[in-house]
T-cell receptor, first 111, second 112 residues
Framework: DGGITQSPKYLFRKEGQNVTLSCEQN?????MYWYRQDPGQGLRLIYY???????QKGDIAEGYSVSREKKESFPLTVTSAQKNPTAFYLC??????????FGPGTRLTVL | GENVEQHPSTLSVQEGDSAVIKCTYS??????FPWYKQELGKGPQLIID?????GEKKDQRIAVTLNKTAKHFSLHITETQPEDSAVYFC???????????FGPGTSLSVIP
């Protein structure tokens, strides 16, 4: 069964902690993306990666970090420097120059 | 850079009526325009898309129209059903460019 998986579905973080959100795809897509969505808001781009071992900052990269060591994996770390991390996080992938396919999302809550 | 506006932000229709959502984009070089449907607590799903060499595309009850001269495109849903209730996002993409630009979304409610 092909697709994009994100884990966990729900994540709780204490203030000052770093947490890592997982995103895996078995679609053999080259590009992967991370978006943040706040209640009632649109999608804001955090980071994206066109190829393995390369990634670029999006519009709201401060307080986040990523890695792209494997084509199928693009984990996002929410660091303690992100002052307001409570949000819905969406991962997407694309074969290149075309449709983005989204994962089911991870809802992060800071306690 | 590219900017995508979307209207209305909320839309309520009676079951069976049609719904229309409109988007405008700023970069005339954009050439791919997908529409996504997002149900509560889930990731967006592609429902239809259109490329700049086509003026209209239909898929059952859903259609998208594109006016390149005016730089706007619209989503049309006919015979709406309660399960059409969701947030709809338009987007614009210049396929030689890295980033997709999304509109702010339209919350559609279909009243039974």
């Amino acid at each position: 069964d092909g697709g994009i998986t994100q884990s966990p579905k729900y994540l709780f973080r204490k203030e000052g902690q770093n947490v890592t959100l997982s995103c895996e795809q078995n679609l053999n897509h080259d590009a992967m993306y991370w978006y943040r969505q706040d209640p009632g808001q649109g999608l804001r781009l955090i980071y994206y990666s066109q190829i393995v071992n390369d990634f670029q900052k999006g519009d709201i990269a401060e307080g986040y970090s990523v890695s792209r060591e494997k084509k199928e994996s693009f984990p996002l770390t929410v660091t303690s420097a992100q002052k307001n991390p409570t949000a819905f996080y969406l991962c997407a992938s694309t074969p290149g120059g075309n449709t983005q396919y989204f994962g089911p999302g991870t809802r992060l809550t800071v306690l | 850079g590219e900017n995508v506006e979307q209207h209305p932000s909320t839309l309520s229709v009676q079951e069976g009526d049609s719904a229309v959502i409109k988007c405008t984009y700023s970069d005339s070089a954009s050439n791919y325009f997908p529409w996504y449907k997002q149900e509560l607590g889930k990731g967006p799903q592609l429902i239809i898309d259109i490329r700049s060499n086509v003026g209209e595309k239909k898929d059952q009850r859903i259609a998208v129209t594109l006016n390149k001269t005016a730089k706007h495109f619209s989503l049309h849903i006919t015979e709406t059903q309660p399960e059409d209730s969701a947030v709809y996002f338009c987007a614009a993409w210049k396929t030689s460019y890295d980033k997709v630009i999304f509109g702010p979304g339209t919350s559609l409610s279909v009243i039974p």
